[in-house]
């Protein structure tokens, strides 16, 4: 075997003399077969054979062994190097536990580079070259380039698995393919010194006549670093050590051992070390694992951002990966790298001095000034400056502790400016060149506009801060583990636990602590620039510091740096441009963002020992009582937005209530006072002294729902209350709340969210309408969010209580402690409540109050306990919303007491004026009550299925005509006498819209029967009417939708649908005289007859007449032409009589009109005789003796009427015997006057009937009646033939 090497999964390989690699597999079980055994991993099943049967000594192949291997664990991939300089690459699999299987072989990748090399010393270079070393480069150097081989001149070799350049910049890593050499770097320089020093020294190195090229035997790299081992047959042999430059500029030619390159190559510091032997092994130190630094380093194990994964390596191997980097950022947290160097002779041990290792030797050995210039120089004012931080704040990480000397020599190199500088303005130089030597005005130069710039110190303290805060800024500070899928940081299953540890965050925070401790120091102190500003004022924004000083104060204390920079300006012209800021106000400028990056430091700290608290008290444990949207919120909380957000503030209270119950609650294990002193020492700026207090209240809570003793809980909550009254804005009202409702203290429910609500707007913005409506709503939301708690309560009284566990409440739910009140006690409690928010004189909650109440069917009470301002609200909403909203008089005018007489009012409205007219009753209020139930009756809506239908516009206005009443019953002086005929009178015109909606409803359904007639066409009477059934609707949905006045219900409902009777209704309810000779009116009537006579002949005529007649009867006598009627029924009665198609009998009309006319028969008698005395409308003998048939009727019951008089019986007795219909207001009184006027128009009728020229058989029995009823009225008590 000639080398060994093993993987991270733990796969060791071994490879031999034959050019074959083997893996060791072992184990620990016992048993037959052996614990470890040898397995060769490239050899096919020939050269088993070949091994196996043919002896070595008859195999004279070439046998090329392997002399080099090595793995590259983040990639598993395996590299091999032959004595013949041939490259071998095996891939592992995806997770390294796969099959060997090689990829990719190479022999001539010395020839394919070497005509690309470059230097001086590429002719002189020996014709044979040799692979000394290979060695691969971790993903922190580089993605595409995975390997390097260094040469025997000391040429560094760069090679690639990958096939394309553009392979492993995008996240996505290929399997290796090939193996392709990219770029070779040049050899070294001979003749370099042993070390970085600084100043003025004398340097050994090689003539130029000697040969310059390099023999190297032996070579090690390792993250960065490169050893050489150089046997140049001219010298000794020696260590060539080659590391990344730090410094920002290069040093003069042949100095300090460092090579000046070209602007395209990286700059390396080079070194050179006499050794004595044969170098035969490398190896790196790892850091000890004590605690620091151990600690140190785990806050970059989850860096996934800084383009490598550890995939569980240890934090020593770690380390060497993060070496990388370079020493500027991490010589915070690591100590000096260290080597073993093993030789024939023995081992050395180099030890790399840091950046910070050399300020601190200079600072140490009191070096001449010019060498902490030259320092400051060559690594630059900012890195320089957060050496000194690092030195000054003794945050360093270092083997010894640092001195206070060099702690105080760091900080006055931190604050000298001849070393920082000081802050001036960018383009500065551009301004004084911009200016002409002429008298004249120079155009052709654009003059750049200042900006400032900070000085070396502000620089440097920003890179310390950001080096510091780098681990974890943003990163999630919790994590979980163990749960289903546990790889997803974020899932909600599994153990929430913070992803740094304790010790991690505990070093991490002193260090932060400490950098912010020296900042502090100097501020008190005021020293360097504080001192300079401490007092300036307001000159960029806000109060600097204290005291007084001015723009001489800085010119005195580095007046020669200023007087130095403005000299060298030029100074030719007299006329100087005026710089937008004078030197006093950049510093100032540089104090206030070294002053906030001071306070950025001081609440990290204060939030890593947070993080620290709730780890210790098992995170876990703390956060089982987080709903899932709070626990995905601290799952996705970085450590950035736990320090500068809002949301990082609410979950960081949410941890310390959790924090606090875990020792306050049920089952706690202290008080407040154990807890609250190491939160207010170390993180006060999340626990502040409200807080303090808060919990204080909380514990009293706890002791009071514990104890059984009424005033001992009286007294407790009381405390409470006091407690909470004294920081209301800093209380959690949703968690304490609820335990003040257990206690039924709910004083504290009431008052305790008001004050709040007062506190986030002491100003009343949600009130001023004098402001933007973006502000004032703001405000509006921020005070609902504290009226929402009592809105809970009522609605927890209520018995709607929705269950939700909050911090701070004990086991028992709040609706099961609701559950045990009575009906009598709830009321008293929500009375409570209302009576209390109505003493408030915060508007707005008001309002809010009166909506809550009615949201949750508390309308008694809000009627018996509302405030003064509750008419105003009700009447406010139930205005439109496009008015604007104001304070309304309590006292409305009768003719609108809301403001409006009618329009759109939606649902929402309608319930507010409801309650007002309720109000209204209640107050006996009753002219305001009924203008209110009429706007009820009259509203509009927009949307259809919240117009409310006619039978409740009905409602509203009958309930309006009884307020009406009332008024007038109780002599109301305000009381107006045309209110009550309007409310009837639109009563009345609404009870038509009914009638009319019925009836169209009615049409409707019939048209969409089927239909049983024998139609030519059935399919097109079909369509009409499905058609007319549809317009049918649509008129009844149309006629829904408002109230119609009288003239729209006639022109557009009642005549174009041919609802004549409900046309007459409304005409004689409108009292219409439109005519004289009522030619509407009587042409109504007999399209009314007509189509009562299509429907169901004289019978149907004859009762819609005695309907419609008497509704309309008597007034004037227009509205009933009993003439037209008469002449068009007897006219109907005779044609269908001799056509056959009705039975009509000689009564019919005759009665019909005596009903129509109330039972007096006098008006149809002289209907009769005007109709009889005309020829010309008779002249038919017919039509003449079925109008003397009808006569003799109406004479007949005139007749009955005086005898039921006679006889003492009664209206309805008469009617009985007559078969008509009378009332005691209709009976007319018969005297004797009356006998002789039915006798003599017997008499004269009995001669009409002598006259018709008609057969006698067909006049007798109508001239023997008129003669018995004239018989009978001589002769009183002959009656027989009644």
């Not at 991270?8 to 077969?33: C, L, N, P, V």
């Not at 410094?247 to 042949?254: E, L, V, W």
């Not at 170390?682 to 009424?710: Q, W």
């Not at 009202?733 to 609820?738: A, G, H, I, P, S």
């Amino acid at each position: 075997m000639t080398c060994i090497t093993c993987t991270q999964k733990g796969h060791i390989f071994m490879a031999g003399r034959d050019g074959h690699i083997y893996e060791m597999h072992y184990t620990t079980s016992s048993g037959w077969h052996k614990h470890c055994r040898k397995i060769c991993l490239t050899s096919g099943l020939s050269n088993i054979i070949s091994r196996w049967v043919v002896p070595n000594v008859f195999k004279f192949g070439t046998v090329d062994p392997i002399v080099e291997m090595v793995i590259d664990n983040e990639r598993n991939i395996l590299y091999t190097r032959t004595e013949e300089m041939k490259l071998q690459v095996f891939v592992l699999g995806p997770t390294g536990d796969g099959p060997l299987k090689k990829v990719a072989e190479e022999r001539n990748l010395i020839s394919q580079k070497d005509g690309k090399s470059t230097g001086s010393r590429a002719t002189n270079r020996s014709s044979k070259l040799s692979i000394v070393s290979i060695s691969p480069l971790s993903m922190v150097e580089s993605k595409w380039l995975h390997l390097v081989a260094v040469l025997s001149d000391g040429r560094r070799m760069y090679l690639s698995t990958a096939p394309s350049a553009n392979s492993g910049f995008n996240g996505n890593y290929l399997q290796p393919s090939c193996l392709k050499a990219v770029t070779t770097r040049p050899s070294p320089p001979l003749g370099v010194s042993s070390g970085l020093a600084f100043g003025a020294m004398s340097l050994p190195g090689r003539s130029q006549n000697e040969d310059l090229t390099m023999k190297v035997e032996a070579a090690y790299y390792s993250a960065g670093t490169l050893i050489l081992s150089d046997s140049s047959p001219t010298i000794s042999s020696s260590l060539i050590i080659v590391t990344k430059d730090s410094t920002t500029q290069s040093s003069m030619t042949g100095s300090l051992g460092m090579s000046s390159r070209s602007s395209r190559a990286l700059r390396e510091s080079i070194s050179s070390i006499p050794i004595e032997g044969r170098m035969l092994f490398v190896a790196d130190v790892l850091p000890l694992p004590d605690k620091e630094s151990t600690m140190e380093q785990s806050l970059y194990s989850e860096l996934a951002f800084c383009g490598f994964e550890f995939s569980g390596e240890s934090f020593e191997k770690t380390s060497v990966k993060l070496w990388v980097r370079g020493d500027l950022p991490t010589q915070h947290l690591f100590p000096r790298r260290r080597i073993v160097v093993f030789s024939t002779m023995g081992m050395m041990e180099l030890v790399f001095n840091r950046p910070v290792d050399i300020l601190r030797r200079l600072l140490e050995s009191n070096s001449p000034r010019a060498l902490l210039e030259d320092f400051f120089n060559r690594f630059g004012a900012g890195e320089a400056a957060a050496m000194c931080l690092m030195l000054a704040a003794k945050m360093a990480h270092t083997e010894n502790l640092i001195s206070n000397f060099v702690a105080e020599k760091a900080a006055e190199a931190f604050e000298d400016p001849r070393l920082v500088g000081m802050p001036q303005l960018d383009g500065s130089t551009t301004l004084s060149n911009a200016r002409t030597t002429t008298s004249g005005f120079s155009m052709g130069q654009v003059v750049q506009e200042a900006e400032p710039v900070f000085s070396g110190a502000h620089e440097g303290l920003c890179l310390c801060t950001a080096r510091l805060l780098f681990p974890l800024w943003e990163l999630p500070v919790v994590a979980t583990k163990g749960g289903l899928d546990s790889p997803d940081a974020k899932s909600e299953s599994g153990i929430v636990v913070c992803r740094l540890s304790v010790g991690a965050m505990h070093v991490l925070e002193n260090k932060i602590r400490s950098l912010e401790r020296f900042l502090r120091s100097r501020r008190n102190q005021r020293r360097g620039l504080y001192g300079c500003v401490a007092g300036l004022g307001d000159l960029t924004g806000g109060s600097i510091l204290y005291g007084t000083s001015s723009d001489n104060m800085v010119r005195n204390v580095f007046g020669s740096y200023y007087r130095n920079v403005e000299s060298s300006e030029g100074g030719t012209s007299n006329k100087r441009q005026r710089p937008p800021y004078t030197p006093a106000e950049l510093a100032a400028m540089e104090v206030r963002g070294m002053e906030c990056i001071r306070q950025l430091l001081l609440r990290s700290g204060e939030a890593l020992f947070l993080l620290q608290l709730a780890s210790q008290h098992h995170l876990t444990r703390l956060v089982q009582g987080f709903d899932a949207n709070l626990k995905q919120l601290l799952l996705q909380l970085t450590f950035h937005h736990l320090v500068c957000s809002e949301e990082g503030d609410h979950l960081a209270t949410r941890l310390i209530s959790a924090l606090m119950e875990y020792y306050t609650g049920p089952d706690g294990r202290g008080t407040v006072d154990d807890i609250s002193g190491r939160l207010r020492e170390g993180c006060p700026s999340y626990y502040k002294e409200s807080d303090y207090k808060f919990y204080l209240a909380v514990e009293c809570l706890e002791k009071a729902a514990i104890t059984h003793d009424n005033d001992e809980k009286e007294n407790l909550a009381r405390e409470a209350f006091n407690l909470l009254s004294k920081v209301p804005e800093s209380a959690d009202l949703r968690t304490v709340c609820k335990r003040f409702e257990d206690l039924r203290f709910y004083e504290a429910v009431v008052r305790l969210p008001l004050q709040k609500a007062q506190a986030i707007d002491p100003a009343g913005d949600a009130l001023n309408e004098q402001i933007e409506i973006g502000i004032r709503q703001q405000a509006l939301v921020q005070r609902e969010q504290c009226y929402v708690i009592i809105y809970s309560a009522l609605r927890s009284l209520k018995g709607e209580e929705p269950s939700q566990r909050e911090f701070g409440s004990i086991v028992r739910s709040a609706s099961s402690s609701q559950s045990n009140l009575d009906k009598a006690s709830r009321k008293k409690y929500i009375s409570q409540i209302v009576q209390l928010g109505v003493q408030s004189t915060d508007r707005a909650f008001h309002e809010y109050l009166y909506r809550t109440m009615i949201d949750l069917g508390l309308e008694n009470e809000l009627l018996e306990y509302g405030g003064p301002d509750l008419v105003p609200f009700l009447q406010k909403a139930g205005r439109e919303p496009i008015q604007e909203a104001g304070a309304v008089s309590g006292v409305a005018s009768a003719a609108s007491p809301t403001g409006q007489t009618g329009g759109t009012v939606k649902s929402d409205q309608a319930k507010y004026l409801g309650l007002l007219a309720r109000y209204y009753v209640l107050k006996r209020q009753h002219v305001l009550a009924a203008h209110v139930l009429l706007r009820l009756a009259e509203r509009r809506s927009g949307d259809f299925q919240d117009t409310p239908t006619l039978e409740q516009r009905r409602q509203y206005l009958s309930n309006a005509v009884l307020q009406a009443k009332n008024a007038s019953n109780n002599n109301n002086s305000a009381f107006d006498s045309g209110l009550l005929d309007l409310l009837e009178g639109k009563l009345a015109v609404l009870q038509f819209q009914m009638k009319i909606k019925d009836e169209l409803e009615a049409m409707a359904l019939r048209l969409e029967e089927p239909s049983t007639s024998n139609e030519p066409f059935p399919d097109r009477t079909l369509i009409t009417d499905t058609n007319l059934a549809s317009t049918l609707k649509e008129k009844a949905k149309e006629i829904s939708l408002d109230l119609k006045s009288i003239t729209q219900l006639y022109n557009d409902f009642a005549v174009p649908f041919e609802l004549w009777e409900i046309c007459l209704e409304m005409l004689y309810f409108a009292n219409y005289n439109g005519d004289a000779d009522s030619t509407i009116i009587k042409e109504t009537w007999a399209r009314l007859v007509d189509q009562a006579l299509s429907k169901g002949g004289i019978a149907e005529a004859c009762n819609v007449l005695k309907r419609v007649g008497s509704h309309v009867y008597p007034v004037d006598g227009s509205l009933l032409p009993l003439d037209t009627l008469c002449l068009h029924l007897e006219k109907a009665a005779l044609e269908r009589l001799v056509s056959g198609v009705e039975s009509v009998g000689d009564e019919d009309i005759a009665r019909a009109l005596l009903a129509a006319c109330k039972g007096s028969p006098e008006p149809v008698l002289n209907t009769y005789e005007q109709l009889l005395s005309n020829g010309a409308i008779l002249p038919s003998p017919n039509l003449r003796l079925r109008l003397l048939r009808s006569v003799l009727v109406v004479l007949s019951e005139w007749a009955m009427s005086f005898f039921a008089q006679r006889i003492g019986t009664s209206a309805s007795g008469a009617s009985l015997i007559l078969g008509g219909t009378f009332s005691s207001d209709q009976t007319t009184i018969i005297n004797q006057g009356f006998r002789d006027k039915i006798t003599s128009a017997a008499n004269r009728y009995m001669t009409e009937v002598r006259r018709l020229a008609l057969p006698q058989n067909q006049t007798e029995a109508v001239y023997r009646g008129f003669r018995e009823l004239e018989e009978s009225l001589i002769s009183p008590y002959s009656f027989d033939r009644f």
